[in-house]
């Protein structure tokens, strides 16, 4: 495997290397806590996965983690699941992440942009006063620690100033994007019940405006425990009866009180998509938030003061958490909210050049939109400060390596590219960037520091070069301190460690190469297995895809009841395409080529469109469970799904299937 990349796609030079963050904490590692000072990233790494305390310990001192009360040690328990994490220290998230408003009150801390395209800065003084305005007022509303506090809200300044003002109190803060429909945000938001909830009007999207005042009516009815609703006007609507005015909370100039909390103490609840039952509930720890988002967007993504640090993400996706947490860095992060493809699909690369970003972060569906669209980013536009394109979501194909590397490379630019994979039940990467490594096509660059990232065999055996599952053999301290409403922790330990007892299961398929980069091939859970030969969807979406007619594809394996396996690929094409003959002897003679004769499907079947979780992943699993014969409301929690109409058709097909026999 890792033979077919011969040569990697971009190096950094010496200068990169030398002025990163990460090669700075190293040499600082080495003289204070014994890392290694030669060997670069791959010695660092060990050292990281052998000496988790003094790794974790470093990381705390390097960033200068403010402990109100010290910690005993660094890890009390190890076993997982049920880490114990800096057991005794009390800090505070919020406290972190306003701290460069002491050094840098002027500068920008969120730079806001909407569909008109102008960016509208919230200084770091002005950030650090409205979050000392609401945290006071939330605590005059009874808000006390441990008290759900939800919002309703787009990517907006005021989103960051609520969950900031949400973790000062030691409050625990759950947010849903206003485009989730009332069922959604319920199945969630029912399951904390929130004390306080922040809401808007409706929302701007694609260039029309969204009323979302009959949602935010339904879900005040539905949340019997809300004390508080307090009303953002962001399409300049009064507020509803009995709620609250932001800019009466918000108003006032008061430093903000930061209550210490312990490192364990729960910062936030994420939700997983959900797509087969309740989303389950994950919590996240202060502490363990606070060091792991340090390491990965100080070190790893190398932010720092002069960066500018934009993701395209909703309110509703882990990646809006994780670019909140670039504060903690004291970089400015662009908060965008909008479509991604308004008003043309060359959007966010206007985002990039009108903000000045450093990191441009989106998904490898964005970047393959463009590469089709012939949007050309570095010709049409000024992205002269962008020094990393980071993508997640799902899998960057080879072609989007290239594509990037030569949009780029014409302009003379020298540019990073970073495919990232990690997990809302994380909130950060397994695998991803370093700065200080090469690039190649088609591989994330190495497993993260201080995580003991493998691939495993069904015994759990270690592969090198061979498809295995993704398994953490030691904990992180981001992991999950538990799921909400799973006393006995049953459903968490179902979760990740019901197939390797003691070693968290991700369920991805990855291959860890020679060199230490690592392949994601997609979901293991959905796993194509054809004749025992495993083989990642990934690999059939990227070559379909490259296909001009093709505008998106979804495969399946299905176990048939006498012991067959049927696999169909479903294929929504571009407008004016026709799926006749030679389109179909193109896609199989494409799959042969580029993958092999086992990757040919059984059917080529033209769908109205392809279904996909809210935070546009696309749904396999459930639509295994339809072509299999369960029913829709059993296969699938429809309200977390873009579009149940289109898991219709293939509930439809099943049908006729059994019909006919098959």
Not at 34 to 49: D, K, Q
Not at 168 to 196: H, I, K
Not at 308 to 327: A, D, I, K, P, Q
Not at 471 to 493: A, E, K, L
């Amino acid at each position: 495997m890792s033979s077919a990349n011969a040569s990697p796609l971009w190096q950094p030079d010496r200068e990169r290397i030398a002025r990163a963050q990460i090669t700075k904490f190293q040499a600082w590692a080495a003289q204070h806590h014994g890392a290694p000072s030669e060997g670069g990233y791959a010695a660092l790494h060990r050292w990281s996965v052998d000496e988790l305390d003094t790794f974790w310990k470093a990381v705390t001192d390097w960033f200068d983690v403010r402990f109100s009360t010290p910690y005993a040690r660094v890890l009390g328990d190890r076993s997982m699941p049920g880490a114990q994490w800096f057991p005794g220290a009390t800090l505070n998230y919020a406290e972190h992440a306003l701290r460069a408003a002491e050094t840098r009150a002027d500068a920008p801390a969120l730079l806001h942009v909407d569909e008109t395209h102008e960016p509208r800065p919230v200084s770091w003084s002005e950030l650090r006063r409205q979050v000392g305005s609401l945290a006071a007022e939330l605590r005059t509303l009874g808000v006390r620690p441990g008290d759900r506090v939800s919002g309703y809200l787009p990517n907006i300044p005021q989103a960051v100033v609520a969950l900031l003002a949400t973790a000062a109190v030691g409050g625990v803060w759950t947010s849903c994007a206003p485009d989730f429909g009332a069922r959604s945000v319920l199945d969630r938001f029912q399951q904390v019940e929130p004390v306080v909830l922040f809401t808007v009007d409706g929302y701007r999207y694609g260039g029309k405006e969204h009323d979302r005042r009959d949602t935010v009516a339904e879900l005040r009815r539905e949340l019997p425990t809300l004390r508080a609703v307090i009303h953002i006007p962001l399409l300049g609507t009064e507020a509803p009866e009995g709620a609250l005015e932001w800019s009466a909370l918000t108003s006032a100039d008061v430093e903000p009180v930061f209550e210490a909390v312990p490192f364990d103490h729960p910062l936030w609840v994420l939700y997983s998509s959900g797509t087969t039952g309740l989303p389950k509930a994950i919590v996240q720890s202060q502490g363990g938030i606070l060091v792991e988002h340090l390491k990965q967007l100080g070190l790893h993504c190398d932010l720092g003061p002069e960066d500018r640090f934009f993701w395209y993400t909703s309110t509703g996706w882990m990646m809006w958490n994780f670019l909140v947490s670039g504060l903690l860095t004291g970089t400015t992060i662009v908060l965008y909210d909008g479509s991604p493809g308004y008003p043309g699909t060359a959007a966010q690369w206007r985002i990039a050049e009108l903000t000045g970003t450093t990191l441009f972060g989106t998904s490898a569906a964005y970047a393959m939109a463009c590469r089709k669209a012939d949007v050309h980013p570095a010709r049409d536009f000024d992205l002269s400060r962008v020094q990393c394109v980071a993508t997640t979501g799902s899998p960057l194909p080879p072609d989007g390596f290239r594509w990037l590397h030569d949009e780029f490379a014409e302009s003379g630019a020298d540019l990073w590219i970073a495919s990232v994979s990690g997990g809302t039940d994380v909130c950060s990467c397994f695998a991803g960037c370093v700065p200080t490594l090469p690039v190649y096509i088609g591989e994330l660059q190495a497993p993260c520091l201080g995580t003991d990232l493998q691939s495993w065999d069904p015994s759990g055996k270690p592969l090198t070069d061979e498809v295995g599952e993704l398994v953490v053999t030691n904990p992180m301290p981001s992991m999950p301190i538990h799921f909400w409403n799973d006393p006995d922790g049953s459903r968490y330990h179902d979760s990740y460690f019901d197939v390797y007892p003691g070693a968290w299961r991700h369920g991805d398929w990855i291959t860890v190469t020679s060199r230490g980069s690592v392949i994601i091939h997609g979901r293991s859970d959905s796993t194509l297995n054809r004749q025992g030969v495993r083989m990642g969807s990934a690999d059939i979406y990227e070559a379909v895809e490259r296909l001009p007619e093709i505008r998106e594809s979804l495969v399946i394996g299905v176990e048939q009841p006498d012991g067959g396996y049927w696999m169909p690929l479903f294929v929504h094409l571009a407008p004016g395409a026709v799926l006749d003959e030679a389109l179909l002897g193109r896609i199989k003679q494409t799959i042969r080529e580029q993958l092999s004769p086992r990757h040919v499907p059984d059917e080529v079947i033209e769908v109205p469109g392809i279904p996909h979780t809210l935070t546009g992943k696309r749904i396999e699993v459930p639509v295994k469970r339809l072509l299999q014969g369960a029913p829709l409301e059993k296969a699938v929690n429809v309200g977390s799904v873009d579009s149940v109409e289109l898991l219709r058709f293939y509930q439809d097909l099943a049908r006729k299937r059994a019909e006919s026999g098959h």
